[in-house]
């Protein structure tokens, strides 16, 4: 059974700082891993889907990588705004989804 | 990206009573369904998978008979939390898969309450 790991748990930064969340998983044959944004009671939105194939992909200020055969991912996002506060979750897709518990990220202005 | 498209967003009913919510792919064919749950404060767990005309398949530790999943079309699947209680009360949330796709697509998930 996969097992999705997200490290730290909650993260409180002054607004411009880079943020670096981390994300392990157990077993690679995965057909690609996703990034997700959660505000407070809201569902899902997708920040970047990185295919089992490629190595990282970008959309703005977040660059997410993958390295399946060490089972790590890392969401960076860069110059942290307060609008970055959420919970970022990572998720493995292995067919169906696996979640990991997710970072809370707070920026203060 | 694909729609999905999940009704109700919030209800709340009363105890012992059954809650329909509905998942539909409005622009592709969704030849599989996820259903997951979340807790405050906890992360989605995943509780059934469907294929469209077969019957779901139930992760270890969810009632089969409490949460009844229907799947018998390509763009419609239906959970039912039969005899609610306070403790099902959670966040509901489907995915919708076409057969090879190499991404699934979520719906804007429902907010039960029951009291």
């Known amino acids: 059974k996969q097992e999705v790991t997200q490290i730290p748990a909650a993260l409180s930064v002054p607004e411009g700082e880079n943020l670096v969340l981390n994300c392990s998983f157990t077993?690679?044959?995965?057909?690609?891993l996703q990034w997700f944004r959660q505000d407070p009671g809201k569902g899902l939105t997708s920040l970047l889907l990185?295919?089992?194939?490629?190595r990282e992909q970008t959309s703005g200020r977040l660059n997410a990588s993958l390295d399946k055969s060490s089972g790590r991912s890392t969401l960076y996002i860069a110059a942290s705004q307060p609008g970055d506060s959420a919970t970022y979750l990572c998720?493995?897709?292995?067919?169906?989804?696996?979640f990991g518990a997710g970072t809370t990220v707070t920026v203060r202005a | 990206g694909a729609v999905v498209s999940q009704h109700p967003s919030r209800v709340i009913c009363k105890s012992g009573t059954s809650v329909k919510i509905e998942c539909r792919s409005l622009d592709f064919q969704a030849t599989t369904m996820f259903w997951y749950r979340q807790f405050p404060k906890q992360s989605l767990m995943l509780m059934a998978t469907?294929?469209?005309?077969?019957?779901?398949?139930?992760e270890q530790g969810v009632e089969k008979d409490k949460f009844l999943i229907n799947h018998a079309s390509l763009t419609l699947s239906t959970l039912t939390v039969t005899s609610a209680h306070p403790e099902d009360s959670s966040f509901y949330i489907c995915s919708a898969r076409q057969w090879g796709a190499t991404e699934a697509f979520f719906g804007q998930g429902t907010r039960l309450t029951v009291v």
């Open positions: 469907s294929n469209e005309g077969s019957k779901a398949t139930y």
């Open positions: 998720a493995v897709d292995d067919y169906k989804l696996s």
């Open positions: 990185i295919q089992s194939s490629q």
């Open positions: 077993d690679s044959a995965i057909y690609n």
